[in-house]
Structure formats: C-alpha cells, structure tokens
C-alpha cells in the first residue's frame, strides 16, 4: 500500500450554506386565491422594472406560479396593471393609483 495517498484533514460533510426553503403561500393557506381583479395582491409578483418574477423569487410551486402568470396578463390587458415599468414609477407602485385616489375622496 505504497502507493495510496493519506488523507489530512477534515472530512468535507457539505456546504456551509444551507438555504431556506421557500414555501408557497397559496399551498400553505388554502384560503389564498389568485384573483386578477386584486392588483394589491398581485403586486409582489412583479418586479420594478414591470416583469414577471420568476419562482426561485417568490416562491411560489409550479402550479401557482402559472396561475399567477396568466391573472397578470389578464390584468394588464384588462388595464388594471400596467406593461411599461414608467407608469409603474408615474404612479408610485403597480395598480395603486386609482385606489389611493378613491381612499382620499
């Protein structure tokens, strides 16, 4: 056994980092509903420059994550949410404007 190398030091058992996993919310409160006419609600799934977040980002499971795709584009062709990230800084967030007007009022 001449020629097999030793081995110094401490055994390697992983990363040092270890993730939190994130859980969906819609699976964890199944009272959640996705819901196209609720821009506040949607609002954490878009991101400032007025895309889609992706899953690794909100967390959300496969499933969720396409309904909530499709009650985005069905809100922003229905003009509850905007396309372009300008309108988004125009009005100060996604959808809140006209809320905010009729809360004053």
Do not use: W
């Amino acid at each position: 056994m001449a020629g097999v190398p030793k081995r110094t030091g401490k055994k390697r058992t992983g990363s040092k980092y270890a993730p939190k996993r994130k859980v969906c919310i819609f699976c964890a409160d199944k009272n959640a509903q996705i819901d196209y006419k609720d821009p506040s609600k949607l609002l954490r799934y878009i991101s400032d420059r007025g895309r889609i977040e992706p899953r690794r980002k909100t967390g959300a499971c496969a499933r969720h994550q396409r309904a909530v795709a499709q009650a985005l584009k069905r809100a922003r062709h229905l003009a509850l949410l905007p396309y372009a990230p300008c309108h988004i800084r125009r009005t100060g967030g996604v959808g809140l404007h006209q809320e905010r007007q009729s809360r004053s009022s």
